[in-house]
């Protein structure tokens, strides 16, 4: 039995990756692994701040 990630068995990962590496080459990846770590936490943080102004809003109705 393999744990499945969602929509991708662990055989599709590892064909991504070895794609990933052929476009990219070992050198960039972690370059991009840390930009796109670095948008989600922006993200996440983004998304947060809207939550909490809106019941802010809500709590000053």
Avoid at 5 to 17: A, I, K, S
Avoid at 36 to 55: L, Q, S
Wanted: glycine share 12%.
């Amino acid at each position: 039995m393999f744990i499945t990630f969602g929509f991708l068995q662990p055989m599709e990962m590892g064909v991504v990756l070895v794609i990933a590496l052929i476009i990219f080459g070992p050198g960039k990846l972690p370059e991009l692994g840390k930009s796109m770590g670095r948008g989600i936490k922006e993200f996440k943080t983004a998304v947060n701040t809207d939550e909490t102004i809106e019941k802010d809003v809500k709590k000053e109705a």
